[in-house]
């Protein structure tokens, strides 16, 4: 599995894919993540500190994604990605975390001491079909709500039982509410 690249195209990057604790939630119906993690947080900070040594800081932007949320990963990786915030000089984080998460963006925003984009898996905008069939459990209703505290979303588009209205939805709630940095 590729833990580490760079994306040359539209807001460039490095981007690793690190292995975390499990998710706190880790019932989402369409979830083959959840695999990819461990109780042992020996091997998931060996593993980590083996991706981070790809790091260059080539663009001052480093993305960090997991299995879950970036509250499950251990505090020594987490100190590791402040260090290498230092060294590299990366000026910009990118983390994602789940909804129910929100009330903790900001301390981990003071964790890192630099801007941070925090994304949300949000799926769709439709509150039922996210929660009941999906199982996401990110009970908001509005996209205002998730604006509140998340700078970016990530949508899912042709899961089984979305109709075309539901995507229709979606792309309108996005053009609508263009401070969503999409997937960035």
Request: charged share 30%; net charge negative; hydrophobic share 35%.
């Amino acid at each position: 599995m590729d833990r580490y690249s760079i994306i040359e195209n539209k807001n460039k990057r490095e981007i690793v894919l690190l292995k975390s604790f499990p998710c706190i939630w880790g019932k989402c119906s369409f979830c083959d993540y959840i695999l990819d993690n461990s109780d042992s947080e020996e091997e998931i900070d060996r593993l980590n500190f083996e991706v981070f040594e790809n790091i260059t800081g080539k663009y001052k932007v480093l993305e960090v994604i997991n299995s879950g949320s970036c509250f499950e990963l251990p505090l020594k990786t987490l100190e590791k990605i402040r260090e290498i915030i230092k060294g590299k000089n990366i000026e910009k984080l990118l983390l994602e975390s789940h909804w129910c998460y929100r009330n903790k963006l900001k301390d981990m925003r003071d964790f890192f001491g630099i801007p941070i984009i925090f994304k949300i898996g949000v799926e769709t905008f439709d509150y039922n079909f996210r929660n009941v069939v999906l199982n996401k459990n990110a009970k908001f209703t509005t996209p205002e709500e998730v604006k509140e505290y998340f700078e970016s979303t990530c949508l899912m588009v042709g899961i089984e039982g979305q109709t075309k209205e539901m995507i229709d939805e979606d792309i309108k709630i996005l053009f609508n509410n263009t401070d969503f940095g999409v997937g960035d």
